[in-house]
């Protein structure tokens, strides 16, 4: 998990590895090496820093592993997780099944 301070040290209260990254540039370097090193299957990252990353995160999108999955912060919770999960299941069946209106 990568992320501010306050947004991911619950994740280490359950067993997950915690990186704590409050800048963009920080956090791109750590997620840089996380996808080199090829530990993680998930990557968990705050909404601000998924925002700040998202041209280096797209370079990413067509590796099968790791999957890179954005949480809201506790200062920031725009709704990028929710539109990212719309429009991966929209690609995977080919329709809007989950906010159809």
Request: proline share 4%.
């Amino acid at each position: 998990v990568i992320g501010d301070r306050d947004s991911v040290l619950g994740f280490r209260a359950v067993g997950f590895d915690v990186h704590f990254a409050e800048e963009p540039q920080d956090a791109g370097i750590l997620l840089k090496k996380l996808v080199r090193d090829g530990k993680y299957a998930i990557i968990y990252i705050t909404e601000p820093l998924f925002t700040a990353l998202s041209e280096l995160i797209e370079t990413y999108r067509d590796l099968t592993l790791p999957a890179i999955i954005v949480i809201p912060s506790v200062s920031e919770n725009s709704g990028v997780g929710i539109r990212r999960i719309q429009n991966s299941v929209e690609r995977a069946v080919g329709a809007d099944i989950l906010f159809k209106e």
